[in-house]
Every structure is written in structure tokens, then in C-alpha cells.
DNA sequence: TAGCTAACGTACTAGTTCGTACATTAGTTG
DNA sequence: CAACTAATGTACGAACTAGTACGTTAGCTA
């Protein structure tokens, strides 16, 4: 995490920029996944902060800003786990195996992320596109399945005439939904989708439909 | 739909408890799944209608109340569509394929709803687990998948063990991904999931995809 | 160390928003 | 047709909430 752990300077209030704006992005991102966007109150956001509210306004200029701030971290450390992927010495398989288990793993590992996506999209996916950060930086990810997919599909090995996009969307949806729809699914159907017990058995799962989906013996077209 | 389209009665505004509230939950439908829980507003949705607020207290209680009850309607719908469903006649590869296009055109058709459940899962189904309707009425396609799947794993068809509640998590998620994640997905990567020049295409990726996964030839555990 | 500015705090406001007290009437029933 | 009740409308208030005007100070720099 990039959170904000500094000894607390005993006695004396330190001003420290960096540090306070990193706090306000902290609680922030926190209390919009707790609530979404119209749920998030400013005013709880500073009190969980060892600032104020000025500082909000200060720095992020209000909350919709702030909101889009949020955003572009979250989104950012996310490309910066799929950059540290390494699967060039996979084999096609093996590597799209990698790389759905790194989603599924990080989709996990940061439901305040997967909530913050889901807020974005109820209200139109308005702050990506006003961000300039997020405007156009494709996926790392999607580098790395168009190199998978296109040794795969030389080698024969993989049947499928997919492209990367459409794959990363049939595998983010599965690790998505597993997270963002929890509490319906469990609520409805009585099964934790992100039960630990079942983590091993949902994880493997993924890779066994993106792996059959690619190799399946396909009639001519 | 359920909307309410009665004739206007010209000069004169007749009594209708009945057509009140069902335009009540029409237009709360809309507000709800445009702006979020939070973001909707009850004012609002009483001008949209040709009664008060007021009425939304008398008839509902209150906002909670009110989004419980377009929750449970929206449930209500696709419980139906599952419920006409019929393909017993059909063999198992068929069958699950009919099931599969079923749930990613009700999604497509009700992307309404898609948002609704979004957003009570933001609320960590809250809703749900407060209403008496939706507490324990198991969805009627989990009980179609049971018996495809019974009948394909016995004929040896299907090599996958999945459950039934395991195989609906599968579809759905392709399904809601696409609808609920279309903004975000279409601004960071630049394609329209919803597009309707690819809907085909979709539709038969994830009938493939399902196919593909359950039909594998698969290691002996 | 004087001066300056980025960083910070306090107190307040204008506008909104859920909810309700109170008044009224359509339409039914005896 | 009198009486009654479900259904409806109006007007208002209490609480909240994003945002700001104004004042203060830490710490750097000349």
C-alpha cells in the first residue's frame, strides 16, 4: 500500500505537504469505496485525516477532483503489478495462466479498487475521462496478451481468433465479478465467491476456462 | 415492461393506489439506477410522477424502503424470464448454450437492473438481506443448470465438476461485466462492450467460452 | 533574523434534502 | 345521501453538506 505510516512526531504539528496530501488520498480512497461518490462525505474524509477540510479544497480543489485523484492511484497501482509481469519465458499457456492469476490475484487483494470502479461506471466513467493521467494509458497488460496471443495462435497451439482486448475483458470479468458482486451473489445463492476456503478452487478455475476457451477444437468457419 | 401507460384521464384526477404506486416504482427505478442510492433524490423522483412525494412516504415508508422494493421488482423480472425457459428437449451442449444467450440478453435488455445490483452491492447487499422476498428465492435458472449439468457429467459430455451455482457465477459474470463495466472499460481501452455490431460476436464468445470449458479434456485428479 | 510564502486551522453559510404535520377529497358503503 | 376511509396534496422544518472567507504559522531564504 502507499499508505501514510510516519512516526507520529511526538508533540508538534509537522508540516509535511507530501504527507498530508498522501493521508487525504488514504482516507479518501477509503470512505469512496465505503460509500461511493454521493454516500462520501467530505467532511468525514478530514476528520479521519490530520488535517482539515481546507486541505481537501486546498489541494485536490473539491471533491469531484478529489474523487478522480483517488481514481488514478488506484488505477495506477494496478498497472504498475501488471508491469512487474514477467512471461516471456512461458510457454503460451503457462503464461495466459500467469497472467490470469496475477488479475485474479490483485482483484483480491484490492476490493476497495474493484468498488471504486463500480462507482465510476454508475455515474458514466465522467472523471476518466475528464483525467488526463487516465485518458490514454492502455493496460501493460494488454502488451503482454497481444505477445501471449500472437505466439499462441503462430504456433497453432491456440484456436481461438480472439483478440487481447476482448481476453482481458473475458478474464477481468470473472475476477471482477467474483469481488465487486459478492454480497448479492452471497446473499442470493448463500456462497462466498471470495470465501478463502474457495480461493484455490475459483483461481484454478479461471485458468481452466481461459486455457479450454483458447485451445478448444473449433469447427471450421 | 411493467411501466404504467394508462390512458391520461382528461380533466379530473382519478383516485388509483394501484397505478400510483406502480409509476412510483417505475420512475424510482430510473432515478435510482441513474444516480446511485445516494445520488438519487426523492424529490425528484416525485416530479417525475403525477403524484407527490408524500405519496412515496404513504405507500413505501421511506427512500430505504422504496429502493428494497425496486430492488425486488427488478429481481422479480429476471426470476420470470429464467422461468420461461425451456430446454428440456434440448441436449446438454444446447441446453447450456440456450441458458448462457439467455442471461446475456436479459442483461443487455435490462441494463437498468445491471446498475441496481451494483449498487446494492456498494451497499453490501444490505437490501436484500432485509427483504423478506428476496431472502430465500433461489434463482429458477440454478435449477435448470442443476439438471443440464446432471445429465451432461452422465453422459461423460461435460469433464468439468463444477456446481451449478459455480457455472451461473461463470455466466454471469461475462454478462454483467460487459454491461455494468462499459464505461470504464470503453474509456481506458476503447471499445463499447455494448456495441451492437459486436453483440454477436459476444454472444457466441461466451457460449464458446462455456462450451469450451465444460466439454476440456482434463488430467486425471 | 527579517521577511515571505506555502501550508494549515476555524468558523461560517448558502443551499439542499429527507421526512412530516396538517388539510382535503374521491369514491365506497350502509 | 350521509358517513367514513383510503388516497392525495401543500407547506414546512430540522439536519446535513459542499464549499469558502478569513486568519495564522512553520520553516525556508536572503
Known sequence: MTSVEEP??????????????AEILDVATQEFARAGYDGARVDEIAARTRTTKRMIYYYFGGKEQLFTAVLERAYGVIREAEQELDVDHLDPVAAIRRLAELTFDHHEQHPDFIRLVSIEN??????????????????PALDVIRRILASGQESGLFTADVDAVDLHAMISSFCFFRVANRH??????????????????????????????????????
Chains 1, 2 share one sequence.
Open 8 to 21: 507520529v512526531r511526538p508533540g508538534g504539528r509537522t508540516r509535511d505537504a507530501v504527507r498530508t496530501k
Open 122 to 139: 454508475i455515474h458514466g466513467a465522467e472523471h476518466i475521462a475528464a483525467s488526463e493521467k487516465l485518458g490514454r494509458i492502455g493496460s
Open 184 to 221: 448479492t451473489f452471497g446473499a442470493l445463492f448463500g456462497r462466498d465467491l471470495v470465501d478463502p476456503a474457495q480461493r484455490e478452487h475459483y483461481r484454478t478455475m479461471l485458468g481452466d476456462m481461459v486455457i479450454a476457451y483458447l485451445t478448444a477444437e473449433r469447427a471450421a468457419d
